[in-house]
């Protein structure tokens, strides 16, 4: 199918906002797409949620997710990365341990931890190996062939490839979502949604509400003056953006958010003070 030309404010699929809108309001989509990426059936899905944040104390680093699935025995988190990183496989490690930390509570048995897929959807080539896929797991060093099997397992996937080893609807997925032009049935399904909400002045509303919970968190924190748990909150929100590449500077985040550029790199520098003399 071929698409009628886009708008010069058309947001696509691989843009953050219309990709967790997507894949949370139509969850029969989010695990389609899951069961191309990995390569097996997923008996259901339970919760599909947009941007979840995971804050296990106040001292540590937050995550804020983009899609957080799961179901009795699996935790799913998928990534949209259209911004080249450096540190992908750091991200990766702390997203486990976060969602880790998240899926057991006080007196549980570790054997209760799900396994935990961390998926990257990446606009570019990370590895610059050419794969489409890159699969990781832990194994033993010496002898490969012994399986470490925790249950965590990070995939990242490479969209600029055009591997014909892989299967022919994830090869339809990652030209899709290379090129924003739908060629089968998942993705001319993805793309009317995309459709929708950008020519729906109520879904495009809808798309941001990832930046009206941002400014909701900005007046809370000016409403409560500032205190170290808002300021935490402020220092993710910020790095969350500028991790995605959605602006260039934190001082392009503070304006959009409508945070007083120098009262959060005073906060930011009492606070590393503060660390400091706590270590």
Request: with cysteine; aromatic share 10%; charged share 35%.
């Amino acid at each position: 199918m071929k698409n009628k030309k886009k708008k010069k404010n058309f947001y696509p699929f691989t843009n953050d906002i219309v990709f967790c809108y997507v894949l949370t309001s139509h969850p029969e989509l989010a695990k389609e797409l899951l069961e191309l990426i990995l390569g097996f059936e997923i008996d259901h899905v339970d919760v599909v949620d947009e941007q979840k944040v995971l804050n296990y104390t106040a001292d540590n680093k937050s995550v804020r997710l983009d899609v957080y699935m799961k179901n009795d025995s699996d935790v799913f988190d998928v990534e949209m990365q259209s911004f080249a990183s450096n540190d992908l496989e750091r991200r990766m490690r702390y997203y486990q341990a976060a969602n880790a930390c998240d899926d057991l509570k006080r007196g549980d048995d570790y054997n209760k931890l799900k396994n935990c897929y961390v998926i990257f959807i990446c606009t570019y080539d990370p590895f610059k190996e050419g794969e489409a896929v890159y699969r990781f797991r832990m194994l033993e060093e010496e002898d490969r062939t012994k399986d470490y099997d925790d249950g965590a397992r990070n995939i990242v996937i490479n969209a600029t490839s055009d591997d014909e080893r892989i299967s022919p609807g994830l090869r339809n997925l990652l030209s899709y979502i290379r090129n924003g032009d739908p060629v089968d049935n998942l993705t001319n399904r993805i793309q009317n949604v995309v459709d929708e909400a950008n020519q729906s002045s109520t879904q495009r509303r809808t798309i941001m509400t990832i930046e009206e919970k941002m400014n909701l968190i900005s007046r809370q924190s000016k409403e409560e003056g500032l205190q170290e748990g808002n300021y935490l909150t402020m220092f993710s929100t910020v790095d969350h953006l500028m991790s995605k590449g959605t602006f260039d500077t934190e001082e392009d985040a503070c304006e959009f958010l409508g945070y007083d550029f120098n009262e959060y790199m005073n906060a930011k520098k009492q606070h590393k003070e503060k660390e400091t003399e706590t270590c």
